[in-house]
């Protein structure tokens, strides 16, 4: 199994910063794509950024020049830093792994969330 620990949320006033992190442990062979969602109060969970296991991104229309998706294979760690946030992005993030145990087979994993609230 599996675990992904997300850090880093909290509550900032509009134009301000949040970094958030996501770690994972266990029986890890390699770990492909990894992403961030996020999902708001009656709405459905959105993807926020993607990052492969060679460094390719992409982001949201809503956060890009925003947000950026990092990850450090050695620590096996996957980092959301966010810039200039708005009260739109007040969510509950998810970190989101495609995790291989073997060669052969790959596991979707997701976090327990971290909730990011920005005030206006």
């Known amino acids: 199994q599996v675990q992904l620990e997300e850090s880093g949320g909290g509550t900032v006033h509009t134009g301000g910063s949040l970094r958030l992190s996501c770690a994972a442990s266990?029986?890890?062979?390699?770990?492909?794509?990894m992403a961030w969602y996020r999902q708001a109060p009656g709405e459905q969970r959105e993807l926020v950024a993607r990052?492969?296991?060679?460094?390719?991104?992409n982001y949201a229309d809503s956060v890009k020049g925003r947000v950026t998706i990092s990850r450090d294979d050695a620590s096996k760690t996957m980092f959301l830093q966010m810039n200039s946030l708005k009260p739109e992005d007040t969510a509950v993030y998810y970190c989101?792994?495609?995790?291989?145990?073997?060669?052969?087979?790959?596991?979707?994993?997701w976090g327990q969330g971290t909730q990011v609230t920005v005030s206006s």
């Open positions: 266990g029986y890890i062979f390699k770990i492909n794509d």
């Open positions: 990052i492969t296991s060679k460094g390719r991104t």
């Open positions: 989101y792994a495609e995790v291989q145990h073997s060669p052969n087979y790959e596991y979707e994993y």
